[in-house]
Structure formats: structure tokens, C-alpha cells
């Protein structure tokens, strides 16, 4: 699976930005997914993560309120909707795919990061 993200930006705190990740190569409805982010100096986290089907999704505590996590089979898509930004996101995001249908802790195929910064 190869996966390709972008929609990051420069954005002011209180915006909004929609992440996309496009996948190609083996079937991407059988992957589960997720979104990840690294900020600087910071270790790279989970942040959102969601079944083959869409049907079920998992988000850290942080990401609860203000990030969704939605996917479009029919394009190979995957998708992580934030609001209400804060600099606190600024980061790199990651979106990756699982070699499992179902959420889990390990992941197979990584993008190549989308840089989002938020100013204050």
C-alpha cells in the first residue's frame, strides 16, 4: 500500500483543515487506518484510527472533541477533519494503514507526513 497525505497547511488558531490520505496499490478497503502526528522535539502519536468499513473509529483523549476520522472506500480515501486548531497541533502528520481490517496498535505502510502549523 502506498499513501500519499496532504491538506496540511499554515492556518491561524480557531481554523480548520482537512487532512486527506490517498492510498494505491493492494485493496485499501481491507485496511484499517490511522492518523498520527509528530510535533518538534515530540515523539510521533496516534491520534485517530478507523476500521475497514468506517463503522468504528478510536481517538485519544485529546483528539475527542475537535478531530473526526472518516473514510471514502469508494476513493481510496482517508480522512482526518480538525477544528478548532491550536499551535499545540502544529506538527507533522502521518496517516497509515494496517495490514488488518480491524483498529489495532501496529501499522504497516506510513505516508510521507503533511506539515500542519497553527499560529497563535
Known amino acids: 500500500v502506498q499513501l500519499q497525505a496532504s491538506g496540511g497547511g499554515l492556518v491561524q488558531a480557531g481554523d480548520s483543515l482537512r487532512l486527506s490520505c490517498v492510498a494505491s496499490?493492494?485493496?485499501?478497503?481491507?485496511?484499517?487506518m490511522g492518523w498520527f502526528r509528530q510535533a518538534p522535539g515530540k515523539e510521533r502519536e496516534l491520534v485517530a484510527a478507523i476500521d475497514w468499513s468506517g463503522r468504528t473509529a478510536y481517538y485519544v483523549d485529546f483528539a475527542k472533541v475537535r478531530l473526526t476520522i472518516s473514510r471514502d472506500n469508494a476513493k481510496n480515501t482517508v480522512y482526518l477533519q480538525m477544528n478548532s486548531l491550536k499551535p499545540e497541533d502544529t506538527a507533522v502528520y502521518y496517516c497509515?494503514?494496517?495490514?488488518?481490517?480491524?483498529?489495532?496498535?501496529?501499522?504497516?505502510?506510513w505516508g510521507q507526513g503533511t506539515l500542519v502549523t497553527v499560529s497563535s
Open positions: 496499490g493492494r485493496t485499501f478497503r481491507s485496511n484499517a
Open positions: 497509515a494503514a494496517r495490514g488488518d481490517d480491524e483498529i489495532g496498535p501496529t501499522y504497516d505502510y
